[in-house]
């Protein structure tokens, strides 16, 4: 399996978040990291899905012994066995859990820092098959954070005397130059990859066209940006189909990729566009894994995705060597309706419904909001900008709004 089913059949989601993948796959790698991410970024996911799928226990010491049992209920609802092991256990407890870890039953196994002063666990672990160590609220370990532990020092050591060395993997939302070094340090983390997941992209700029004639739109786009190049996704084949025929007809050095075609045609137009054959491609999202092309100038979205975290993948594709990125979403509220048909017709539970139903809101959301788009992004991932004018959205900036009449945006920004 791959990371992305797990996604899909634990936890329930449909796409990662920006960053997700790359932590999973370092840790996958077995490579030690530091993910420095924003609260509410999905840092949790980063360890439990290498957790499920290298072998052995993944152990995280995570600080809160209140927040351990919520977390550890809501992983056994979904099916994931995890267990927690702190003070608050009943001897009973204990031993049920540690003859569960033995019999090799659990992989996530969630532990206080005190926990490594037991003796008895200590030299239980020792005999047991751990993959990896986490270190969650790694901040803690540094004193220029803001809740220090002095029990976090205690767990480099700890993870030394392991007869063989598991993978070390930091987490935290603290970001300042001296928390980082000290937990580079202290955390006793070997040649580590640290990833930095601030999500602004500030050479991308936003914007959302509402109820305009849509073909139109990306014909006349097109013939203004000639030299530049560009991914318009559209959702299903025949639309990529449509689009593309009619762009072809007008003129233009365009391709097409899609679920439907062969693998040789798929590979084919993927090397088109990456090196510069063709100017543009009308693809689904089936177009995304692997391309890794960094001049692409524009994204545009013929209809509304499902959610922000999709959206936001896609159209991060703009601007990859810094340059600047437009990414436009061509919005109409019958996309509304696409959506929840595809959410009622493909997703199974309940619960997993109402959850893929929370999320179109939040996109629906950013579709018509007439506040900053860019804030709103970073918002929905937990982030919350230090700029207060963004200046580089088309809700923001009014020039773009009066000089595109179609579009019925009244510039009131919230920034
Ligand atoms: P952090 O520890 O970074 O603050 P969490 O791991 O607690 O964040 O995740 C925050 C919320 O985001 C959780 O409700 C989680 O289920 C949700 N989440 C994480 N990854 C995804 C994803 N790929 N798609 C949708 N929701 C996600
Ligand atoms: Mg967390």
Not at 380 to 396: I, L
């Amino acid at each position: 399996m791959q990371p992305t089913d797990i996604l899909k059949q634990y936890f329930g989601y449909s796409s990662f978040r920006p960053g997700q993948e790359e932590v999973i796959k370092t840790l996958l790698a077995r490579r030690d990291c530091l993910a420095i991410m924003p609260t509410g970024a999905g840092k949790s996911l980063c360890f439990q899905i290498p957790g499920l799928m290298l072998p052995g226990i993944t152990l995280i010491i995570s600080p809160l012994i209140s927040l351990m049992k919520d977390q550890v209920d809501t992983l056994v609802n979904q099916e994931i066995p995890a267990v927690y092991i702190n003070s608050q256990c009943t001897w009973d407890e204990l031993r049920q859990r540690f003859s569960e870890i033995r019999a090799g039953r659990v992989k996530l196994v969630y532990i206080s820092p005190e926990r490594l002063q037991n003796e008895f666990f200590t030299s239980f672990m020792q005999t047991q098959p751990i993959s990896l160590v986490v270190i969650d609220e790694a901040h803690c370990v540094s004193q220029w954070g803001h809740d220090f532990r002095p029990s976090y020092c205690a767990i480099s050591a700890w993870v030394e005397a392991l007869p063989r060395r598991p993978v070390v993997a930091a987490f935290t939302a603290t970001a300042t130059e001296k928390v980082k070094k000290d937990m580079q340090q202290l955390l006793g983390l070997r040649e580590e990859r640290v990833f930095v997941g601030g999500f602004d992209r500030p050479n991308l700029y936003f914007r959302v066209v509402r109820d305009t004639d849509r073909t139109r739109f990306i014909l006349a786009y097109l013939a203004s940006h000639r030299e530049d190049s560009g991914i318009i996704y559209a959702a299903t084949r025949k639309e990529v189909d449509r689009l593309y025929t009619e762009i072809r007809h007008q003129g233009f050095s365009v391709g097409r990729y899609h679920a439907g075609m062969s693998d040789e045609a798929r590979k084919k137009e993927q090397e088109r566009f990456t090196y510069d054959k063709i100017q543009v491609i009308v693809a689904t999202n089936a177009f995304g894994m692997g391309i890794d092309k960094s001049n692409v100038r524009y994204i545009i979205h013929y209809q509304m995705p499902k959610n922000i975290e999709s959206y936001y993948q896609e159209a991060g594709r703009a601007g990859r060597d810094g340059g600047p990125g437009e990414c436009i979403l061509l919005f109409s509220r019958q996309d509304i309706m696409i959506q929840k048909y595809l959410i009622e017709h493909s997703v199974h539970t309940v619960e997993q419904q109402q959850r893929e139903q929370d999320m179109l809101n939040r996109m629906v959301g950013y579709c018509e909001t007439r506040g900053c788009l860019r804030q709103y992004i970073l918002s929905y991932f937990g982030e919350r900008p230090e700029w207060t004018a963004c200046g580089k959205c088309g809700n923001c900036d009014q020039e773009v709004v009066e000089e595109d009449q179609t579009n019925i945006v009244r510039p009131i920004c919230a920034c």
